[in-house]
């Protein structure tokens, strides 16, 4: 592998990614608007002396602004989300599913230990000539 291809198949560190897409999206687009109605509401109710030029350059500034701390407040609200889910998922591999695995298999072994046992008393009712009727402990589980 050459170096340009290792550049090409790197995440960017600001990228967000592809599963985070539509939330992004949808977080970043209602604080813009939010923003907008905001700002537009602002310039406009606020009676000054400038020009309607003035006052049309300032909404656009303070548009600018709002998309930017959207865009950086959006960004920061789902990394965390993602390391909290990360987390979650990491404490599961680490944690969880290990001790659910133990219990599996103690009640594998259970589950051996009672079947020998089934089966000895079913071979000794067969010795004695005795019916043996009781059912098996896979079917009673």
Not at 27 to 39: D, E, K, N, P, Y
Not at 89 to 101: A, N, T, Y
């Amino acid at each position: 592998m050459t170096l340009s291809e290792g550049r090409e198949s790197r995440e960017p560190m600001w990228a967000i990614r592809p599963s985070w897409g539509s939330p992004y999206f949808m977080l970043f687009t209602l604080q813009v608007v939010a923003g907008i109605a905001i700002v537009t509401r602002e310039h406009i109710a606020v009676v000054t002396e400038d020009s309607t030029y003035d006052t049309f350059i300032g909404i656009i500034r303070d548009v600018v602004s709002v998309g930017l701390a959207s865009a950086i407040i959006t960004f920061t609200i789902t990394e965390i989300l993602e390391g909290v889910m990360f987390t979650g998922m990491w404490i599961r591999q680490k944690f969880l599913e290990p001790l659910k695995e133990s219990q599996r298999a103690e009640g594998r072994a259970e589950m051996i230990i009672e079947m020998k046992e089934w089966d000895r008393r079913r071979r000794d009712a067969e010795a004695r000539g005795e019916s043996f009727d009781e059912t098996p402990p896979y079917l009673r589980n």
